[in-house]
């Protein structure tokens, strides 16, 4: 290995306070967060550490992520995509959520730092 690495995984808030409703989301997201815990555990008993694990829980963030299934989904049925029918994507912020460069410019503040846990405040 030429230098220092990082694995960092995207977890979830739900995953840490598994509100319900959405049980298969949370149970993924729970997971994700005990084998990165683990992982960095494992990671920290090697003498010769290189690598090292983070857990980035970034909340609700402006993506198109439901833009582009919303659009895939109506191309699929043959039928025409309006962008206005998404409630909010990148280029249409909700109030409230973070943009993913803000969300990057976090982890990467947070990371320098060494820190683990990577939480981006409500």
Known sequence: MKGPGIIVNTG???GI???PGNLTYNMS?????TYTEGLEHE???DRN???R???LVPGWVNTSIVKKTMRDTAVAKGETFDDSSVPFHEEVP???AWMPSQVVELMVKELDKGRFYIICPD
């Open 49 to 51: 550490r290189c690598l």
């Open 94 to 96: 909700a109030d409230g």
């Open 43 to 45: 990671l920290r008993q």
């Open 29 to 33: 997201k729970a997971a994700l967060k």
């Open 17 to 19: 306070t598994m509100p």
């Open 53 to 55: 694990a983070a857990l």
């Open 12 to 14: 979830s808030k739900q």
